[in-house]
């Protein structure tokens, strides 16, 4: 973060494929018009905010090497919304036991260095559920 700040080249090595990839900004487009209503509710929910802050997000992205964004929907309404987590936070990553490579999980430390575990697959194995549990 620090050579990106006060380092031009570093800077630009960032900002320029940013400019490039979201410079005249993203719209996601659905043919179906419930699909459609859905998309820009997430889009523009205002937690997600992600008209404003997919820019920020790419870039914490290109930055630091991760961004983790845990998910959550609403179990009445549906409402999928965004969380993040700080780069700094993250302590491991955990592959899937099954040696398929790919990654079954994120472990973070809290404010209070406490470890949570958040899930990026789904628990289809018994050995993937007993492997990660939701808090350490």
């Known amino acids: 973060m620090h050579q990106?700040?006060?380092?031009?080249?570093?800077?630009?090595?960032?900002?320029?494929?940013l400019s490039y990839l979201l410079g005249e900004g993203v719209r996601l487009v659905c043919d179906d018009p419930q699909g459609q209503a859905w998309l820009d509710a997430f889009w523009h929910d205002p937690v997600n905010r992600l008209d404003r802050r997919l820019k920020e997000l790419v870039?914490?992205?290109?930055?630091?090497?991760?961004?983790?964004?845990?998910?959550?929907?609403?179990?009445?309404?549906?409402?999928?919304?965004?969380?993040?987590?700080?780069?700094?936070?993250?302590?491991?990553?955990?592959?899937?036991?099954?040696g398929s490579g790919l990654v079954a999980g994120v472990e973070v430390h809290g404010p209070d260095g406490e470890a949570l575990v958040f899930r990026t697959l789904p628990p289809r194995r018994r050995e993937i559920r007993h492997f990660l549990p939701h808090r350490k």
């Open 59 to 98: 870039r914490s992205y290109k930055l630091f090497g991760e961004l983790v964004l845990p998910v959550t929907a609403h179990p009445v309404s549906g409402e999928v919304r965004l969380g993040y987590v700080d780069p700094g936070a993250v302590h491991d990553i955990v592959t899937d036991p099954g």
């Open 4 to 17: 990106w700040e006060r380092n031009r080249l570093a800077n630009r090595l960032i900002e320029l494929p």
